[in-house]
């Protein structure tokens, strides 16, 4: 039995001699490689390379933006029109809208309408059938300068522009003629600009002949009012 353990023995250590041989060579020729000089240099050179090209210090340029001017936009004032004072309209005449017509043969009116001005109370009666219908503030002539008596719608024009003021009286009724040019009923006269004329004055003696209503009333009384209906206007 001891023969057949001994050579057993020996073709299990061989394998191990020769591998712990190979382990030597290749420690060996480890070993010289790493201290070659060649291989030192090479090394050493790679390293050098790379950090000389990482390093490298570039300016960057920079762009400092100039400051953008943005243009205001400029604000035009808006002209708010004012109503103009009387006493701002220098004028002597009545109103002209148009050439006195050649005298006709008077039409008597028989449709039952009528107006009335009261000068002291600076108020106008409108009566339709010996009835109240409506009653309005009104103002008439500076210095006495509406007449009294008894008269007549004469015409209707819906906006009469009076050239001696350069102004537009809306909802005209014409009532007599003074010369050439004729006074009537209007509303508060509108000046070029758009402003309404002795706005906030009603009630007073404002104007320069006509009797002068507000506009609603002024309005109100064109529509109702006939050509032919009789106005009266009293102390």
């Not at 050493?44 to 570039?58: D, M």
């Not at 014409?174 to 010369?179: D, T």
Request: negative net charge; aromatic residues 12%; proline residues 9%.
């Amino acid at each position: 039995m001891s023969q057949t353990v001994a050579p057993t023995r020996r073709n299990f250590l061989y394998p191990i001699l020769i591998l712990g041989f190979f382990l030597v060579v290749l420690c060996v020729a480890a070993w010289t490689a790493a201290t070659s000089p060649a291989f030192s240099m090479d090394v050493a050179s790679t390293p050098t390379q790379w950090k000389s090209f990482a390093h490298a210090e570039i300016v960057k340029p920079t762009y400092t933006p100039s400051p953008t001017i943005i243009p205001t936009a400029t604000q035009i004032p808006t002209n708010t029109p004012e109503p103009v004072a009387q006493a701002e309209i220098v004028a002597e005449e009545p109103v002209a809208i148009a050439e006195n017509p050649s005298a006709e043969a008077p039409t008597v009116y028989t449709g039952g309408k009528y107006i009335l001005v009261d000068i002291s109370e600076q108020h106008m009666y409108v009566y339709e059938s010996d009835y109240l219908i409506y009653s309005f503030v009104a103002s008439t002539g500076m210095n006495n300068a509406t007449r009294t008596g008894n008269f007549s719608v004469l015409d209707k024009i819906p906006n009469a522009y009076g050239a001696t003021w350069n102004i537009w009286m809306p909802h005209w009724l014409g009532i007599y003629w003074a010369g050439s040019l004729e006074n009537g009923i209007h509303a508060l006269p509108i000046l070029p600009n758009g402003a309404t004329l002795w706005a906030g004055y009603l009630g007073t003696p404002i104007s320069y002949g006509c009797v002068v209503l507000g506009s609603y009333e002024a309005e109100t009384l064109f529509n109702w009012a006939e050509v032919g209906t009789p106005v009266e206007i009293q102390w």
